[in-house]
């Protein structure tokens, strides 16, 4: 797989892949779906096109070897950290490694801006993601944030739900 830097032009396939991964039918046939605790949206073009503006924040999408994209992940620097969000693989691809080189390619980056550690916040409900993280390096930091209120941009949840921060060092 490849991994690139998206750009605005890939909005489209950004948020059409977001939504496979985490929404919908078509998001149940991988283990990322959150389709039972949320409906809605995970993220809108208007919003990707927002933080796209933002000059600490870069979308990396990996693409197969026919340039289609079949991953993607947000990027926000925060000082010596980078926070890693929106992680997808098409779901069919789901347990194959892309996920893993989608995380190794953000510490690639990560080091060289300088940063010492990547940090993501998993929706608690999420088990198997969190042990997924923690095979990964990542470990709880104890801070955990309530969901966000619902929105048309970001979801709306079925459920009580909390986000928990995870971090791994970088060596």
Known sequence: MKVEKATEADIPALNALTHSCYRGQESFQGWTSEANMLDGNRTTPERLLREMGNPDITFLKGLNESGEMIACCLTHKQGNSI????????????????????????????????CTNLKIEVITHRK????????????????????????????????????????????
């Open 128 to 171: 198997e993601l969190v042990e997924w993280y923690e095979r990964q390096g990542f470990r709880p930091t104890g801070k955990s944030t309530p969901f966000p209120e619902p929105t048309i941009e970001f979801g709306i949840p079925k459920l009580d739900l909390v986000l928990m921060e995870m971090s791994k060092e970088l060596l």
């Open 83 to 114: 926070f890693t969000g929106m992680l997808c693989v098409r779901p069919h691809l789901q347990g194959t490694g892309l996920g893993k080189e989608m995380m190794a390619a953000v510490a690639t980056m990560a080091k060289s801006l300088g």
